[in-house]
Structure formats: structure tokens, C-alpha cells
């Protein structure tokens, strides 16, 4: 059973900084991306980034690009979400995600494995 659990959330004022992780179980993920993506109730859901399993080639949301970091880490098998200079506008539920594809491609995927979500509250 395919299992993503994230943990890291929680209230941070503006200009601060959460590490969200995501502990991934069940499978091996070679040739997948793992990513992140993010959700406000009310809105779309918003791609926020991805990591290739095998060649760590990244791909960022434009909303996120130069304050976020997604790395992973093999013999954890886990992956971060490093956020730095958070703004309210980042206020939302962040939900780890697994997709055979690229990292670019995932931006654009409905990811075939998800976690359960993990709530990021940014004050202003």
C-alpha cells in the first residue's frame, strides 16, 4: 500500500521559514516525480513543486520560485519542501504528491498518489 505522509506544518509569521516533509512507503518511485502542491478552500489547486526520483531535476511553481526548495532524500525516503521568506498568500493546505512523470510534467498532471495534506498558516 502506497503510503505519503506529510508533517512539518504549522503557523509562522511573515518573512519566516517551514521545512514540510513527506515520508513516501509502498513502492519503489523510480521514474516518478514527487511534488507538492497546495490548496486554499474555495480555489484551485496550485502546483508548487517537484523533484525527478532518479535525477533530482527540479521544477517550481512561479509563485514560489527563488523562496523554495524541494530536495529528497534517498535513504529516508523522504521529500522536503524548504520555505523560506513565506508571505500570507502561501496560507494553505500543502499536499505530497507522486506521478510518473517528469517534474515539469507533473505541474501539469493529476498526481496518481497523494498524502493526506498538512496545514501552513502564514500571519501577516
Known amino acids: 500500500q502506497v503510503q505519503l505522509v506529510e508533517s512539518g506544518g504549522g503557523l509562522v509569521q511573515a518573512g519566516g521559514s517551514l521545512r514540510l516533509s513527506c515520508a513516501v512507503s509502498?513502492?519503489?518511485?523510480?521514474?516518478?516525480?514527487m511534488g507538492w502542491f497546495r490548496q486554499v478552500v474555495g480555489k484551485e489547486r496550485e502546483f508548487v513543486a517537484a523533484?525527478?526520483?532518479?535525477?533530482?531535476?527540479?521544477y517550481y511553481g512561479d509563485s514560489v520560485k527563488g523562496r523554495f526548495t524541494i530536495s529528497r532524500d534517498n535513504a529516508k525516503n523522504t521529500v522536503y519542501l524548504q520555505m523560506n521568506n513565506l508571505k500570507p498568500e502561501d496560507t494553505a493546505a500543502y499536499y505530497c504528491?507522486?506521478?510518473?512523470?517528469?517534474?515539469?510534467?507533473?505541474?501539469?498532471?493529476?498526481?496518481?498518489?497523494w498524502g493526506q495534506g498538512t496545514q501552513v498558516t502564514v500571519s501577516s
Open positions: 509502498g513502492r519503489t518511485f523510480t521514474g516518478y516525480a
Open positions: 504528491a507522486a506521478h510518473p512523470s517528469t517534474a515539469q510534467s507533473m505541474s501539469r498532471s493529476r498526481p496518481a498518489y
Open positions: 523533484i525527478y526520483w532518479l535525477s533530482r531535476t527540479t
